[in-house]
């Protein structure tokens, strides 16, 4: 079965950092561009990073450029996104999502991940 | 940066409606846009993509229509199933996603 999971959410100080991680399954994970969308409570969803499948090409939305950066490890069918600098704004439920090839739509997701930025 | 603008934002209907929710775009993205729908609690579920194209395993009372600025996502006979809130997503340049749409009972 193709499937997605995230892990590594946690409450975190404002200013802190994490890394979450996406492991992949049932399918050749290195041949597929991936993403990260997360959603604030209550809100909608907002895309957060790309990542080409050899990992060369990374772009990221304007609100979290410079502070959050994705990376991947084919061999370990595996995509991370290490967030520095956090601020309250990005407590959300983060999702990592895989592209349909040649359509660039986001066929498959994961359950999601919960980032608190809290004191 | 293209931004995507969902209306309405809530729309009640009951079961059997015809229900249509429009989603523009700031400036043109030919067809690339998809259509997700998203329930409490889960992840997102894509069921249209390049704008008509219906997703494997989608019923088939889920249409998309447009191209350009303006699209349409139809269900053409509400089901209890389908009480959930829909996103549309342009990926013409990187990704962007409307700000939902709630459908409700009415």
């Known amino acids: 079965e193709v499937q997605l999971a995230e892990s590594g959410g946690a409450l975190v100080q404002p200013g802190g950092s994490l890394r979450l991680s996406c492991a992949a399954s049932?399918?050749?994970?290195?041949?597929?561009?991936m993403n990260w969308v997360r959603q604030a409570p209550g809100k909608g969803l907002e895309w957060v990073s790309y990542?080409?499948?050899?990992?060369?090409?990374?772009h990221y939305a304007d609100s979290v450029k410079g502070r959050f950066t994705t990376s991947r490890d084919n061999a370990k069918n595996s995509l991370y996104l290490q967030l520095n600098s956090l601020r309250a704004e990005d407590t959300a439920v983060y999702y990592c999502?895989?592209?349909?090839?040649?359509?660039?739509?986001?066929?498959?997701w994961g359950q999601g991940t919960m980032v608190t930025v809290s004191s | 940066d293209i931004q995507m603008t969902q209306s309405p934002s809530t729309l009640p209907a009951s079961v059997g409606d015809r229900v249509t929710i429009t989603c523009r775009a700031s400036?043109?993205?030919?067809?690339?846009l998809a259509w997700y729908q998203q329930k409490p609690g889960k992840a997102p579920k894509l069921l249209i993509y390049k704008a008509s194209s219906l997703e494997t395993g989608v019923p088939s009372r889920f249409s998309g229509s447009g191209s350009g600025t303006e699209f349409t996502l139809t269900i053409s006979s509400l089901q209890p199933d389908d009480f959930a809130t829909y996103y549309c997503q342009q990926y013409n340049s990187l990704w962007t996603f409307g700000q939902g749409t709630k459908v409700e009972i009415k």
């Open positions: 400036q043109s993205i030919s067809s690339w």
């Open positions: 999502a895989r592209v349909r090839t040649g359509v660039n739509a986001f066929d498959i």
């Open positions: 990542s080409s499948s050899s990992d060369s090409t990374k």
């Open positions: 049932g399918f050749a994970f290195s041949s597929y561009e």
